[in-house]
């Protein structure tokens, strides 16, 4: 009986030493690991440790970071062993500005980035008209205002040309400026005598009065109202592309600064099919003129339904003002290229004040665009007033884009505790930038173009996105453009604003731990520490070591959120 019994022990010995890994050098026993990534270059956002070889992860967090031997020992019958084969592995990528429903459709519509001149984008319209034949909506975006020359708007005679019956809204890369044809305008019922609404403008010529098919601003809600509404389907279709375009690109989170509120449960319906593999941090965008009833009560509800590690709808989000480009961002001087326009509030200072001060005192989470230096100055100035009134601690206000700011105003991003969320892709120094948005702003202000390193040297707090669909999420490019201030080709060969260069580490501190900061959710997330969720990345060249031009072509081989393997490329 003896012998038998002894015979059972030896036999489930080996099962008994698979299901668990022995420590030696704590001389414990733990639970093995679900995944161990091995042979890394592990740069963690740890201070106290920031390089390694390898990760273990447990039921969706981080429960060993270390070298080879020591993750080894974590290795069970049932854990997925990763090679990493001496590629660096980072914490998984945020994107802090972000407007994931739009970027999600804009993958099957017509896309115009980097066409080169009306004819070019009447190139594309055709092609994609060829492939989608009938007399429903052409739709798109991408085109920006250099394409156009030195008028820098464009008109609906070139879409006329190729469709006179067929109706055509295709929006700006910065979504603050819509062209539509003729016959989208007449749909809409827009006239020589239809008004300008609130916070926006018809753009018409100046002999006749009519409409030229760019709308500005507010005004491009005009047709927006009347084009067909995707159904639930079709929108949860352009989610799951989404999804899966942000983990292939290394993106794990995003913050959600626009139309992602109203689809809520559509991420929520996702999570619950085991489809949502972006976290999630949604704002709700806060129309002028004031803060409503009706808008509390959307606000509270949302956050008191979503606030986990996966959706969380914590933050409002203001748009004080608009683009350089169009002229609609606000300045505290006049334009440069026209003396007669600086730009206006979209918000009455008075009542912007007033809601960021109710919104505050809640506790919740502020983000506000402004992107004229009158407009950072108005946030700055309404979260100072916030913080007077309310002596709140720890409440991280926002200001998104600050493309240009006043010199006194640069320090204060680090007295107030104001979080810097800016877009790096946004500088980037092509035709559109050098010769529209740099000759409306003027030499002085563009001297302060995008300026990060001045921000953080006097304390600020920097937190990087993209903006998707105004430039595409794919983060590497803005990590190269971070740190270049050049276009990939080299120009221009000074820099843009060269003295505003980032390190790599402090480009990559933006879109990880310093984006987690920006969410509140560094304790959490960010960095490769043991406890923190398992949001991980690996790619395909070191991009500390390289030459930084080359950066922009940095491939994500892997992707984990929340210890699930979300994207692996194919390396047949």
């Not at 161990?36 to 440790?49: D, K, M």
């Amino acid at each position: 009986m003896k012998i038998h019994c002894l015979r059972a022990v030896l036999q489930t010995l080996p099962v008994l030493l698979c299901a668990a890994s022995i420590s030696r050098a704590q001389g414990r026993i733990v639970e093995p690991a679900d995944i161990i990534v091995l042979h890394g270059r592990v740069y963690t956002e740890n201070p106290q440790q920031p390089w390694a070889q390898a990760v273990a992860i447990y039921r969706g967090k981080i429960v060993a970071v270390g070298d080879d031997p020591e993750i080894e020992r974590r290795r069970g019958m049932g854990t997925k062993v990763i090679n990493a084969g001496g590629k660096l592995v980072l914490p998984g990528f945020v994107d802090c500005h972000i407007h994931f429903i739009d970027g999600s459709f804009s993958l099957g519509r017509v896309n115009l980035e980097g066409a080169k001149d009306p004819a070019d984008i009447q190139k594309r319209l055709r092609e994609y008209a060829a492939e989608h034949p009938g007399d429903d909506w052409i739709l798109g975006r991408g085109w920006n205002y250099a394409m156009f020359g030195p008028e820098a708007l464009p008109n609906k005679k070139y879409l006329d040309e190729i469709f006179p019956s067929r109706p055509v809204s295709l929006e700006g890369y910065d979504g603050h400026t819509y062209w539509a044809n003729s016959k989208a305008l007449a749909m809409a019922g827009i006239t020589r005598d239809t008004p300008d609404p609130p916070n926006g403008a018809i753009v018409r010529d100046p002999q006749t009065g009519d409409a030229t098919g760019a709308l500005k601003e507010a005004a491009q809600e005009l047709v927006a109202k009347i084009i067909p509404k995707p159904a639930r389907a079709e929108k949860l279709l352009a989610l799951r592309a989404g999804m899966k375009w942000a983990n292939e690109h290394g993106v794990t989170r995003v913050h959600s600064a626009g139309q992602d509120f109203e689809v809520l449960d559509l991420f929520d319906e996702m999570r619950h099919r085991g489809d949502l593999t972006v976290r999630m941090y949604i704002a709700y965008f806060l129309n002028p003129p004031e803060l409503r009833p009706q808008d509390l009560d959307a606000i509270e509800h949302a956050r008191k339904k979503y606030h986990d590690e996966w959706i969380d709808a914590g933050a409002v989000k203001f748009m004080v003002d608009g683009v350089v480009e169009s002229h609609t961002a606000a300045m505290l001087e006049p334009y440069s290229d026209d003396p007669s326009l600086k730009g206006k509030l979209f918000w009455e200072p008075a009542n912007y004040k007033s809601a960021v001060a109710e919104l505050d005192k809640r506790g919740l989470q502020l983000f506000t665009h402004a992107i004229g230096d009158y407009g950072v100055r108005t946030a700055l100035d309404a979260y100072e007033n916030a913080e007077a009134r309310n002596h709140k601690r720890d409440r991280r206000p926002r200001i998104e884009h600050i493309e240009t700011i006043a010199l006194p105003d640069i320090s204060r991003f680090g007295k107030l505790g104001v979080i810097a969320s800016m877009q790096p892709l946004h500088s980037y120094p092509d035709a559109d930038t050098l010769d529209i948005w740099a000759r409306n702003a003027g030499p002085d202000r563009a001297s302060r173009a995008w300026a990060w390193k001045s921000i953080a040297d006097s304390g600020g707090h920097l937190a990087f996105g993209s903006d998707w669909p105004v430039v595409t999420l794919n983060p590497w490019e803005g990590v190269q453009t971070a740190v270049t201030r050049q276009t990939s080709e080299g120009q221009p060969e000074a820099g843009f604003v060269p003295e505003q260069r980032l390190t790599v580490a402090q480009v990559v501190d933006g879109y990880t731990l310093g984006a987690a900061f920006a969410g509140r959710r560094e304790k959490t997330e960010g960095s490769l520490e043991i406890g923190k969720l398992a949001d991980l990345i690996i790619v395909s060249q070191n991009i500390f070591d390289i030459e930084p031009h080359k950066i922009g072509a940095t491939k994500v081989v892997t992707t984990i959120v929340g210890g699930q393997l979300v994207y692996q490329a194919d390396t047949k």
